[in-house]
T-cell receptor
C-alpha cells in the first residue's frame, strides 16, 4: 500500500485557511485518499475521502491533482477548535487492507 | 457516531498481571482493529480481525493476543503486562465492501502499568 508523507506540524491563526499536503507517490489505481482528525483524548474521526479532483463537505475540502501522487486537505477559516492532529491515509476498499496512520500533522490554531 | 464502546475506559494495573480490554460494536462491521497510541509514535496497529475467529498481527503485536468469538466483540489481552505497554488503546471498526475503507474509532482506554 502507498506510503504517505505529511508535515509533522503546522501553525495558523483563527480565520485563516489552512492547507495540509500529503504525498503518496505509489498510490494504486483502486486506492482512495482518506483524512482523519483527532482531538486530544479522543479517537480519530473520518473527515473526508476522495479519489480524484475535488471533494467538499461541511468540514473540509480535498484537492487531488490528476496524477494523484499528492493531495491537499483545505480547512477554511480555521478556529481554535480545529486544533488537532490530521492523518492522511491511502485506503483501499474490498478488504485485505492494513491501515497505516503514521504520526499525522499536528495543527495548532492560535488566537 | 458509530456504535463502538470500549471497556474499561481507564485502568491501572501492576507489572506481570493479565489485562483484557474489550471492544464492542453495534454496527455489524466485519473488520475490527486494536491500536495503541504513544507520544511521538502516532497510532500503531496491534492486531486486527477480518471476521469471527479470523485475526492477524499488526505492526506491534508482541506481548498481545486477541480473540473474536462474536461479530460484535473484539478482545485484546496482555498476558503479563509490562510498563512499556502503558498507553492509550483504541479500537476501530470498518466495513470495506464499498469504496475506500473508512474506519470508525472508539473512545479509547487509558492503561497504566506500574
Amino acid at each position: 500500500l502507498a506510503k504517505t508523507t505529511q508535515p509533522i506540524s503546522m501553525d495558523s491563526y483563527e480565520g485563516q485557511e489552512v492547507n495540509i499536503t500529503c504525498s503518496h507517490n505509489n498510490i494504486a489505481t483502486n486506492d482512495y485518499i482518506t483524512w482523519y482528525q483527532q482531538f486530544p483524548s479522543q479517537g480519530p474521526r473520518f473527515i473526508i475521502q476522495g479519489y480524484k479532483t475535488k471533494v467538499t463537505n461541511e468540514v473540509a475540502s480535498l484537492f487531488i491533482p490528476a496524477d494523484r501522487k499528492s493531495s491537499t486537505l483545505s480547512l477554511p477559516r480555521v478556529s481554535l477548535s480545529d486544533t488537532a492532529v490530521y492523518y492522511c491515509l491511502v485506503a483501499r476498499g474490498g478488504g485485505s487492507y492494513i491501515p497505516t496512520f503514521g504520526r499525522g500533522t499536528s495543527l495548532i490554531v492560535h488566537p | 457516531d458509530a456504535g463502538i464502546t470500549q471497556s474499561p475506559r481507564h485502568k491501572v494495573t501492576e507489572t506481570g498481571t493479565p489485562v483484557t480490554l474489550r471492544c464492542h460494536q453495534t454496527e455489524n462491521h466485519r473488520y475490527m482493529y486494536w491500536y495503541r497510541q504513544d507520544p511521538g509514535h502516532g497510532l500503531r496497529l496491534i492486531h486486527y480481525s477480518y471476521g469471527v475467529k479470523d485475526t492477524d498481527k499488526g505492526e506491534v503485536s508482541d506481548g498481545y493476543s486477541v480473540s473474536r468469538s462474536k461479530t460484535e466483540d473484539f478482545l485484546l489481552t496482555l498476558e503479563s503486562a509490562t510498563s512499556s505497554q502503558t498507553s492509550v488503546y483504541f479500537c476501530a471498526i470498518s466495513d470495506p465492501r464499498g469504496a475506500g475503507d473508512t474506519q470508525y474509532f472508539g473512545p479509547g482506554t487509558r492503561l497504566t502499568v506500574l
